[in-house]
């Protein structure tokens, strides 16, 4: 508990509580019903509030006011503390308990949030110390252990700034026949190439009779992945396939092709998948007589992951969302 402590502590930042937001926090939890609801609001009120000053000193828009935490109805029904950052989305604002090493998230803040910070709440100073950043929760308790730098938050707002949330492929949504542009069934994209011979396509996974037999549970698309001249103008094909799996668990199978006129993918070529860290989590490469590669893992409603395609220093990097 001390080294975790102690690492909080490196990249925590301190900033006073407010008049206002002090007795704003008041108002609100007065208006509750019990005094744990009532603790509970003041103390989500205060979090949501302190990030926003934060926010707002590193210039980054907010709209208080317009957050669920804001809403009366929302705080006697739920457990919530977001803060709606603009065009970008919803900020969840933990309370941390003083001396805790671990704090709560409630499953109702799990969707719909672009990240998570945590503020523990000093009264008797009138002080407040955000202590650090989460991409995404999928349980109710993280250790503080677990935090980023809060340099890792301004990185992840800018991110989403120019490259929205629903920007990331939403993989759950192709079940129900919404896929992103420039995602295409496998026939459409094949049909679509100005030479395609069978021999790029030997996977029996892949080829459209394959398919055809395959549960309809399955969907599949398909991209084209251009690393320019190091694979001889010509783009590889990147394959995705989702299936439900048990304990609500969705199914990814990826999968790499040559194209064109290349019998085989260029030796050296890697397919990896990245965890929402940034870590590589499954890899493969090509060898010199390879016509594709293949991954293939299981993942949780709301997790993000990416897909990364590269040889040599040349990298593309598809984001997805389950």
């Known amino acids: 508990m001390t080294n975790n402590t102690s690492k909080v502590e490196d990249f925590a930042i301190t900033l006073p509580i407010s008049q206002a937001a002090r007795t704003t926090a008041q ?9 744990t609801k009532a603790e509970q609001v ?8 302190v990030v926003n000053d934060y926010l707002q000193m590193m210039d980054v828009p907010t709209n208080l006011t317009a957050s669920d935490s804001w809403n009366p109805v929302m705080q006697f029904c739920a457990d919530v503390a977001d803060l709606e950052v603009s065009s970008v989305g919803r900020l969840e604002c933990r309370p941390v308990i003083a001396g805790s090493s671990v704090c709560s998230i409630p499953p109702e803040t799990w969707e719909d949030r672009v990240g998570y910070v945590f503020v523990q709440v000093d009264d008797a100073s009138e002080e407040a110390q955000i202590l650090g950043f989460v991409k995404n929760v999928a349980t109710e308790t993280i250790t503080l252990n677990q935090l980023q730098p809060l340099e890792a938050l301004i990185d992840r707002l800018a991110q989403l700034k120019t490259s929205p949330v629903d920007a990331l492929v939403n993989l759950s949504q192709w079940f129900v026949g919404q896929v992103e542009a420039g995602w295409q069934t496998v026939e459409s994209l094949l049909s679509s190439l100005d030479t395609r011979p069978a021999y790029a396509f030997r996977s029996p996974v892949s080829t459209p009779e394959a398919m055809q037999e395959q549960s309809e549970s399955v969907t599949r698309r398909a991209k084209l992945i251009d690393l320019g001249i190091k694979i001889d103008n010509q783009p590889v094909m990147l394959i995705v396939e989702i299936a439900p799996a048990a ?3 969705t199914s990814v199978r990826l999968q790499l092709h040559a194209t064109g006129n290349q019998m085989y993918l260029p030796a050296g070529v890697h397919l990896k998948v990245l965890d929402n860290a940034g870590a590589v989590f499954l890899e493969a490469q090509a060898r010199s007589a390879d016509n594709y590669v293949q991954l293939q893992f299981r993942g949780d409603l709301q997790e993000e992951f990416s ?16």
């Open 42 to 49: 003041r103390l989500n009120t205060l979090a949501v509030w």
């Open 247 to 249: 304990n609500q668990k």
């Open 307 to 322: 897909v990364q395609v590269s040889l040599g220093d040349m990298s593309i990097t598809e984001n997805f969302v389950i």
């Open 27 to 35: 108002r609100f939890a007065n208006q509750q019903p019990t005094l």
